[in-house]
């Protein structure tokens, strides 16, 4: 099973941008779709971005797009969460997991959860 370590938080002011990492290891990278989740405190976790390598189908939750995006560079085993134009609403622990992306939506592909980073925007 793959392992799959996040990082790349801060904090930022509104406005300002910020680049996550997930860096995979171990095998199976290239099985499944990639995601970013985020838990705010209180909140549930929801799914912000997923990308599939396999087919280059991509999920931007609605609050996002035009904001975010997500990309992959398969040498270095890396898919990042490309941040701009933040909101005090993106304030939340962003994690990185496998993800299952159908019917237009993405959900993670187990409840299994490595350390996130945390963004923290302020207005």
């Known amino acids: 099973e793959v392992q799959l370590q996040a990082s790349g938080g801060g904090s930022v002011q509104a406005g300002g941008s910020l680049r996550l990492s997930c860096v995979a290891s171990?095998?199976?990278?290239?099985?499944?779709?990639i995601g970013w989740f985020r838990q705010a405190p209180g909140k549930e976790r929801e799914a912000v971005s997923c990308?599939?390598?396999?087919?280059?189908?991509?999920y931007y939750r609605g609050s996002v797009k035009g904001r975010f995006r997500i990309s992959s560079d398969s040498a270095k085993k890396t898919v990042y969460l490309q941040m701009t134009s933040l909101k005090p609403e993106d304030t939340a622990e962003y994690y990185c997991?496998?993800?299952?992306?159908?019917?237009?939506?993405?959900?993670?592909?187990?409840?299994?959860w490595g350390q996130g980073t945390q963004v923290t925007v302020s207005s």
């Open positions: 997991s496998t993800a299952l992306i159908t019917g237009g939506t993405c959900t993670y592909r187990l409840d299994e």
């Open positions: 171990g095998y199976g990278f290239d099985d499944y779709p």
């Open positions: 990308f599939s390598r396999t087919d280059g189908t991509t």
